[in-house]
C-alpha cells in the first residue's frame, strides 16, 4: 500500500506534495528495502526543475540505474543537459548516475562527460569525476590510456577534496605508472593531513609502495649500529673504513623524510583506519629506530568496538614477533577481559606468549592459571597451548609449565584435560627421558578421556617410550584391542602403530595381540586404516614376500622425532603489507598490491622536483643589468606581475614542497605541518623563520661589528651597489632559490617604492641603516606566507626585498613627496577573547577578535568580529546590540539585528568601535528576544595602530611633530596644575 501511495502521489503536479513519496522513497532504500518497481515512476520526475526534487531522484537513480538500464536510458538526454546545469550537486549528480548506467554503448558519452567535469570549476564535480574514472574503467577497460590522462591531470589539482579520490582511481586503473607520482609526491605529502579520512588511508597505501620503490632502506643504518660490538678488537684504521662506509651507504633522502614527518600527526587521528594505514607505512619504511612511536596510538584503538580491536590485534600480534620492545610497557592493555568475544580473547593471548620474557613470565603464568577457568572451552583450550609455547620458549619455566599441565590432568573438564595431554605430548618429546612418571600417569588416564586427539596423542607417547614403561605398554595394548572397532579413526592409527611397535620390541608378549589388531585393521570400514594394516604387516611379520625394508622396521618404527617446534601462527604474515585484507587472511586477496624490495640504488630523486615559475626568477638580484633603464623596467614588471597574480598564487603549495625538501638539512622537524595546515600555522612559522633570518644576518655582520663603530660600516655598504646586490643574492641563496612571487605583494611594494625612491641618495648613512631594517622586515614577510623556506616575495606586504633596495639605491628621482599609505598588517593574531560565557548567556556564546583590517563603518573606527554561537538545543531569536554605555566621545557601529540562530549554529558579525585613542572599555547589553547580557570590550593599546609605509623624511617630519607636541604639553600641564 505503502509504494501504491508513492505512485500516485508522484503523479502529482505539484512539487511539494511530490517531495515526500521521494525522501519516503529513498529512506526505504537505507533501510535495505527493495524499491525497484517503482523506477519508471521515479524517473518521470528526472527532468523536474525543483533543485530537492532532482537531488531525490538522482539518489534514487544511482541505486538502481545497473538493474534498470533500458529505462535509465532513455533519461540520457537529461542528464546530459543536468551536466551543465549551474549547480555543482546537480552537475555531480548526473555524473554518478551516468557512471552508473553500465551499458558499453554510452561508454563515449561518458568519456565526454568524464573529460568536462575533470575540468569543472567545483571540486566537488572533480571529485566524482575520479569516482567515475574507476567505474568506466571496469566497464570498458580499452578506455585506459585515455583514462590514465585524466588521472594525470586531476593528480595535479590541488584541492583537498579531490587528491584522495584521484589516488583511489589510479589505484584501480594504473597502480604501476609510478612516473604519474613523481611531480605530484611532495605535494601530496603537503596535502596530507587535509585531507578527509578515507582519502587519507588511499594515499598513505599509496605512499608506502611509492617509497619502497624510491628510497634506499633505512633499516641499513640501524643494522650498522647493531654491528659496532663486533668491531670491537679491529684497529683504529679498520674501525674507521667501516664507520666511513656506514656513513656513505645511507643518507636519508629528504623526501623520504617529508613523508614521515607529515603522516606523524595523523597518528592522532580519530579515524581508526587512518591510524592503522599510518602506523603500517611507519612499520614498512621508517628506521628502526623511530617505529616505536607507533605503539601507543594502537593501543589506543583497543578501546574501539569488536571489529577495530580485531584487525588492530592481529596487526600488533604480527610485530610483536619481530618487536617485542615495542609493546612490551602496554603488556597490561592485552590483558584479556571476560566481556571480551573468543576471537580477541585468543588474539590477546597470542600477543601474550610473543612478549614473554623471563621478566615478566611469572605475572603472565598467573593471568594464565586464571584464563583456564574460564567457561569459554575454546579460550581455555587455547589457554594450555599458550603455556605450552611459554614453555618451548622460556627454558627457565618448562617444568613450572609442565607440573602446571599434569595437575590440570585432574581437571573435571574434559577438553582442558584433553588439550593438556597434547600439550604435554609435545613438550615430553623435548626431553622424554626425566618424565616417566608423567607417561605412566596419562596411561591410567585412558580409561576416562574420550577426546579422540587425547587418547592418540597418549597412545603414541607410550608407543614412542615403550622400552621405558615395559609394563604398562602391553597392557594398554590390551585393552586398545577390546575397544578397537568402537574407536575413533586417529586412535585406531595410532592402536595400529603401538601395536607394530611393541611387536618390535617385545614379540614375546604382544605377537598375538598385534597379529589380531591387524586382522581388525584389515577388515576395517576406512580405507586408510586397511592401507596402514596392509603395509605395517608386510614390514613387520617376515614372510617369503618381504622385501629388503623388513630388516629395517624397527629403525623406521622407533627412530628418533624431531621435537615439534610450536611458532605463533602470524610467523609468516609479514610478507603481506599490513592492514590488508590479504594480512588479515593470511593469503593474497584479489587486487592486493604487494610491496616491493628496497632498491640498492636510490633512483634519481630530481624527478621529484616541480618545475619554478619564471616569474619569481624575474627579482633576482641584477643591480647592474637594472640600472641601466631604471624607470622602463620598474614600472613594466609591476604591469607584468599584477597580470600574472592568479597563476603565482596557484603555486604557493607547490613552492610548500619544494622549500620542504631544501630545509632538510636543517632544522626541519616541523616545517611540513605548516606547509600542510596554511593559515593556521601562518604566524608559528613567521616567528621561528623570523628567528632564523635574523640569526644568519647577525652572524654574517658580527666580526665587523667588533672590529668597527656602526658608522664606518655604514660608510663601506655605501661605496658600492654591488656589494649589496651581493649580499642580497647570499640571503636568497640562503632561503632556498625555488620560490614564486605573489603579485599583491609586489605591487604594493612597488607603491612605497615610489614614495621612496624620490629621496636624494646624498644620506648614505641613513640609507644603509634602512636597508638593513628593510632586510629585517623582509625574513619577517617571507616567514608568513605558507612555506616556512621561502624567498623575498611571499605576501601582500609593505616592505621592499633586499634584492630590490640594492637596486633602487641608485635610482635618481625626485625628493618631494610625503605620501603615507596605509599598508597590510604583517600578522594578526588568532586568538579570540570571551565577550559572553554559555553558562552567563544562557546557551548564547560569544567571543570577539581584532582583525586588524580598514573599519569599513568609519576611518578612525577599530573593526570588531563577534561569533555568536548557540550552544542550546532550541532556536535563539533577535540578536542585537541593546542599551550602550560608551565614555564621552566614543562611538559604534553595532550590527544587525540577527532574525534566528539555530541550535548548535554559529554566525560572526562585524561591528565598529572608535575608541578614541584610548584603552577605555566599551559596555553594551547583548540582546536576545528574552533576555539582555551586560558585556565590555577593552582594546589592547597595540589594536589602536595602524600600520603604515612612509618614506624617512616623512617619518622624521612626523616624528618632529611629535617632539613639539610634547613641548607644548608641559606647560598645559602646568597651567592646569596652578
Same mark, same amino acid.
Given at each position: 500500500?505503502?509504494?501504491?501511495?508513492?505512485?500516485?502521489?508522484?503523479?502529482?503536479?505539484?512539487?511539494?506534495?511530490?517531495?515526500?513519496?521521494?525522501?519516503?522513497?529513498?529512506? %526505504?532504500?537505507?533501510?535495505? =528495502?527493495? !524499491? /525497484?518497481?517503482?523506477?519508471?515512476?521515479? &524517473?518521470?520526475?528526472? #527532468?523536474?526543475?525543483? @533543485?530537492?526534487?532532482?537531488?531525490?531522484?538522482?539518489?534514487?537513480?544511482?541505486?538502481?540505474?545497473?538493474?534498470?538500464?533500458?529505462?535509465?536510458?532513455?533519461?540520457?538526454?537529461?542528464?546530459?543537459?543536468?551536466?551543465?546545469?549551474?549547480?555543482?550537486?546537480?552537475?555531480?549528480?548526473?555524473?554518478?548516475?551516468?557512471?552508473?548506467?553500465?551499458?558499453?554503448?554510452?561508454?563515449?558519452? %561518458?568519456?565526454?562527460?568524464? =573529460?568536462? !567535469? /575533470?575540468?569543472?570549476?567545483?571540486?566537488? &564535480?572533480?571529485?566524482? #569525476?575520479?569516482?567515475? @574514472?574507476?567505474?568506466?574503467?571496469?566497464?570498458?577497460?580499452?578506455?585506459?590510456?585515455?583514462?590514465?590522462?585524466?588521472?594525470?591531470?586531476?593528480?595535479?589539482?590541488?584541492?583537498?577534496?579531490?587528491?584522495?579520490?584521484?589516488?583511489?582511481?589510479?589505484?584501480?586503473?594504473?597502480?604501476?605508472?609510478?612516473?604519474?607520482?613523481?611531480?605530484?609526491?611532495?605535494?601530496?605529502?603537503?596535502?596530507?593531513?587535509?585531507?578527509?579520512?578515507?582519502?587519507?588511508?588511499?594515499?598513505?597505501?599509496?605512499?608506502?609502495?611509492? #617509497?619502497?620503490?624510491?628510497?634506499?632502506?633505512?633499516?641499513?643504518?640501524?643494522?650498522?649500529?647493531?654491528?659496532?660490538?663486533?668491531?670491537?678488537?679491529?684497529?683504529?684504521?679498520?674501525?674507521?673504513?667501516?664507520?666511513?662506509?656506514?656513513?656513505?651507504?645511507?643518507?636519508?633522502?629528504?623526501?623520504?623524510?617529508?613523508?614521515?614527518?607529515?603522516t606523524k600527526p595523523l597518528l592522532q587521528s580519530r579515524n581508526a583506519a587512518v591510524v592503522m594505514a599510518v602506523a603500517q607505512l611507519y612499520w614498512h619504511i621508517a628506521p628502526k629506530s623511530e617505529v616505536g612511536i607507533i605503539s601507543k596510538p594502537l593501543v589506543r584503538l583497543l578501546r574501539s568496538n569488536r571489529e577495530v580491536q580485531y584487525i588492530v590485534l592481529q596487526n600488533i600480534a604480527t610485530m610483536s614477533i619481530q618487536r617485542k620492545g615495542m609493546f612490551e610497557p602496554y603488556l597490561k592493555s592485552f590483558y584479556v577481559r571476560s566481556t571480551d568475544p573468543t576471537m580477541i580473547k585468543i588474539l590477546k593471548l597470542e600477543i601474550l606468549t610473543n612478549l614473554a620474557n623471563e621478566a615478566n613470565i611469572s605475572t603472565l603464568l598467573r593471568e594464565f592459571q586464571t584464563y583456564v577457568k574460564s567457561q569459554d572451552k575454546q579460550f581455555a583450550a587455547a589457554t594450555i597451548q599458550t603455556i605450552g609455547r611459554c614453555a618451548t620458549n622460556i627454558s627457565e619455566v618448562t617444568d613450572t609449565c609442565l607440573n602446571g599441565l599434569v595437575c590440570l590432568l585432574s581437571n573435571r573438564d574434559e577438553i582442558v584435560v584433553a588439550e593438556s595431554v597434547v600439550v604435554i605430548k609435545k613438550l615430553l618429546q623435548m626431553q622424554p627421558i626425566q618424565h616417566g612418571e608423567i607417561i605412566k600417569h596419562m596411561a591410567k588416564l585412558l580409561d576416562s578421556i574420550t577426546v579422540p586427539v587425547a587418547r592418540a596423542s597418549i597412545l603414541w607417547l607410550i608407543g614412542e617410550n615403550c622400552e621405558r614403561v615395559p609394563i604398562i605398554a602391553p597392557d594398554v595394548l590390551r585393552k586398545m584391542a577390546k575397544s578397537f572397532t568402537s574407536e575413533d579413526d586417529l586412535v585406531k592409527l595410532q592402536i595400529l602403530n603401538l601395536g607394530a611397535k611393541l611387536y618390535l620390541t617385545n614379540s614375546r608378549q604382544t605377537k598375538l595381540l598385534t597379529q589380531y589388531i591387524l586382522n581388525l585393521g584389515k577388515y576395517d570400514q576406512n580405507y586408510d586404516i586397511r592401507d596402514r594394516t596392509r603395509f605395517i604387516r608386510q614390514l613387520i611379520v617376515p614372510n617369503e614376500k618381504s622385501g629388503a625394508l623388513s630388516k629395517y622396521a624397527k629403525k623406521i618404527f622407533l627412530a628418533q622425532k624431531p621435537a615439534p617446534l610450536l611458532e605463533s601462527p602470524f610467523k609468516d604474515r609479514d610478507h603481506f603489507q599490513l592492514g590488508t585484507l590479504s594480512h588479515t587472511l593470511n593469503t593474497k586477496a584479489t587486487g592486493y598490491l604487494e610491496l616491493s624490495n628496497w632498491p640498492e640504488v636510490a633512483p634519481d630523486p630530481s624527478v621529484r622536483n616541480v618545475e619554478v615559475i619564471e616569474l619569481a626568477k624575474e627579482w633576482t638580484p641584477a643591480g647592474k643589468a637594472k640600472k641601466e633603464k631604471p624607470d622602463k623596467k620598474f614600472y613594466s614588471e609591476s604591469e607584468e606581475e599584477e597580470d600574472s597574480s592568479e597563476s603565482s598564487s596557484d603555486s604557493e603549495s607547490e613552492s610548500g614542497s619544494e622549500s620542504g625538501e631544501q630545509d632538510e638539512e636543517g632544522d626541519s622537524s616541523e616545517d611540513s605541518s605548516e606547509d600542510s595546515s596554511e593559515h593556521q600555522s601562518e604566524s608559528g612559522s613567521e616567528s621561528e623563520a623570523e628567528n632564523k633570518r635574523a640569526g644568519q644576518k647577525s652572524s654574517r655582520t658580527k666580526g665587523k661589528r667588533d672590529s668597527e663603530d656602526v658608522d664606518k660600516e655604514n660608510e663601506n655598504s655605501k661605496t658600492s651597489d654591488s656589494s649589496d646586490a651581493e649580499s642580497s643574492s647570499i640571503e636568497g641563496s640562503s632561503s632556498g632559490s625555488e620560490s614564486e612571487s605573489v603579485s599583491e605583494s609586489e605591487s604594493e611594494s612597488r607603491k612605497v617604492t615610489k614614495e621612496k625612491g624620490k629621496k636624494p641618495k646624498q644620506d648614505g648613512n641613513p640609507l644603509t641603516k634602512d636597508v638593513s631594517l628593510l632586510d629585517l622586515d623582509d625574513s619577517d614577510n617571507n616567514h608568513a606566507s605558507v612555506n616556512p623556506v621561502s624567498t623575498p616575495v611571499a605576501l601582500p606586504v609593505p616592505a621592499l626585498s633586499p634584492s630590490l633596495i640594492a637596486d633602487l639605491e641608485g635610482l635618481n628621482l625626485s625628493a618631494s613627496s610625503s605620501v603615507i599609505s596605509v599598508s597590510t598588517p604583517v600578522f594578526v593574531p588568532m586568538t579570540t577573547h570571551v565577550l559572553l560565557h554559555r553558562m552567563s548567556g544562557k546557551g548564547l556564546a560569544a567571543h570577539y577578535s581584532f582583525p586588524r583590517q580598514p573599519c569599513i563603518f568609519g576611518d578612525k573606527m577599530v573593526s570588531v568580529q563577534i561569533t555568536l554561537n548557540n550552544t542550546t538545543d532550541r532556536k535563539i531569536e533577535n540578536i542585537h546590540i541593546g542599551e550602550k554605555k560608551l565614555p564621552m566621545g566614543m562611538q559604534m557601529h553595532v550590527f544587525n539585528p540577527i532574525g534566528s540562530l539555530e541550535p548548535g549554529g554559529s554566525i560572526t558579525v562585524s561591528m565598529g568601535i572608535d575608541f578614541c585613542d584610548s584603552t577605555q572599555t566599551a559596555s553594551f547589553q547583548l540582546c536576545t528576544k528574552d533576555d539582555c547580557f551586560s558585556v565590555n570590550i577593552q582594546p589592547p593599546v597595540g589594536e589602536l595602530l595602524l600600520p603604515v609605509a612612509m618614506s624617512e623624511k616623512d617619518f622624521k617630519k612626523e616624528q618632529a611633530c611629535l617632539s613639539a607636541l610634547h613641548l607644548l604639553s608641559k606647560p598645559r600641564k602646568a597651567n592646569r596644575n596652578e
Open positions: 500500500k505503502k509504494k501504491e501511495n508513492c505512485k500516485m502521489l508522484l503523479k502529482e503536479v505539484k512539487d511539494d506534495t511530490r517531495i515526500d513519496p521521494l525522501r519516503e522513497i529513498v529512506g %526505504m532504500i537505507a533501510k535495505g =528495502k527493495n !524499491a /525497484s518497481e517503482l523506477f519508471p515512476a521515479v &524517473v518521470k520526475n528526472v #527532468a523536474s526543475k525543483n @533543485i530537492e526534487i532532482k537531488k531525490l531522484v538522482y539518489v534514487y537513480l544511482v541505486r538502481y540505474a545497473e538493474e534498470q538500464q533500458d529505462l535509465a536510458l532513455l533519461s540520457i538526454s537529461t542528464f546530459q543537459r543536468a551536466l551543465k546545469d549551474p549547480n555543482q550537486l546537480i552537475r555531480a549528480s548526473a555524473l554518478r548516475v551516468l557512471s552508473s548506467i553500465r551499458v558499453p554503448i554510452i561508454v563515449p558519452i %561518458m568519456m565526454l562527460a568524464i =573529460k568536462e !567535469a /575533470s575540468a569543472d570549476l567545483s571540486p566537488y &564535480v572533480r571529485k566524482n #569525476a575520479a569516482h567515475a @574514472i574507476q567505474k568506466l574503467y571496469s566497464l570498458d577497460p580499452e578506455q585506459k590510456e585515455m583514462l590514465i590522462e585524466i588521472i594525470e591531470k586531476l593528480l595535479k589539482d590541488k584541492s583537498t577534496l579531490v587528491a584522495g579520490s584521484v589516488v583511489m582511481a589510479f589505484e584501480e586503473v594504473c597502480p604501476d605508472r609510478i612516473d604519474l607520482i613523481h611531480k605530484n609526491y611532495r605535494k601530496l605529502c603537503n596535502l596530507l593531513v587535509d585531507v578527509e579520512e578515507w582519502g587519507q588511508v588511499v594515499i598513505i597505501h599509496m605512499l608506502t609502495r611509492y #617509497a619502497r620503490t624510491q628510497f634506499v632502506s633505512p633499516w641499513k643504518e640501524d643494522d650498522g649500529l647493531e654491528d659496532n660490538e663486533k668491531d670491537f678488537y679491529d684497529s683504529d684504521e679498520e674501525q674507521k673504513e667501516k664507520s666511513d662506509k656506514r656513513k656513505k651507504a645511507y643518507t636519508m633522502d629528504p623526501d623520504h623524510r617529508l613523508l614521515i614527518r607529515n
